[in-house]
T-cell receptor
């Protein structure tokens, strides 16, 4: 099945910096989800987006559902060491309700 | 405390043996899913179940089997026919599948790492 294109694959940033990552596809989605996964653990849902153009925040995290319904981005402001982990996007396809996942962005935050 | 549990956390098996991974949820969700996670790849769907006594193959069902005899439980068996079974396996659930977008939102368990020696 088609996976989402998530970028960047990895990021190394200094504590306090802002972070931005995105997911794109040629398919149209009716839902975009952003998860964080710590090593050896299951993904935890951070933000859910259900409407094109929707912009939602969760603390220092902000995500947007692209107006074309083919993309989404996640921003993290003022990063802290506990932000370290793998962030990945998921989108629910409009045509068959299947969920597709990005390969993840590995974030490293240097104190 | 509502949630999804998977057991065991780590599992080691010899090549050629079948092994069953447990997934239980007390969220009263109708839909449950099994995914496989390999390094550098997105999650790939193995099987899903929309309701008790029903399940459907996902993208990589070959070498796997499931059952859904109870709403709360969706065990996955990795059979000896699976060519490359060593991976991290994730179970997820949602209120429904194919309902509203919110009801289809998936929540994950903690995962089981299977290593075949």
């Amino acid at each position: 099945g088609q996976q989402l294109n998530q970028s960047p694959q990895s990021m190394f940033i200094q504590e306090g910096e802002d972070v931005s990552m995105n997911c794109t596809s040629s398919s149209i989605f009716n839902t975009w989800l952003w998860y964080k996964q710590d090593p050896g653990e299951g993904p935890v849902l951070l933000i859910a987006l259900y409407k094109a153009g929707e912009l939602t925040s969760n603390g220092r995290l902000t995500a947007q559902f692209g107006i074309t319904r083919k993309d989404s981005f996640l921003n993290i402001s003022a990063s802290i060491p506990s932000d370290v982990g793998i962030y990945f996007c998921a989108g629910q396809l409009t045509n068959n309700n299947d969920m597709r996942f990005g390969a993840g962005t590995r974030l490293t935050v240097k104190p | 405390d509502g949630g999804i549990t998977q057991s065991p956390k780590y599992l080691f098996r010899k090549e050629g043996q079948n092994v069953t991974l447990s997934c239980e949820q007390n969220l009263n969700h109708d839909a449950m899913y099994w995914y496989r996670q390999d390094p550098g790849q997105g999650l790939r769907l193995i099987y899903y179940s929309q309701i008790v006594n029903d399940f459907q193959k996902g993208d990589i069902a070959e070498g796997y089997s499931v059952s859904r005899e109870k709403k709360e439980s969706f065990p996955l068996t990795v059979t000896s026919a699976q060519k490359n079974p060593t991976a991290f396996y994730l179970c997820a659930s949602s209120i429904s599948r194919g309902g509203s977008s919110r009801a289809d939102t998936q929540y994950f368990g903690p995962g089981t790492r299977l290593t075949v020696l």
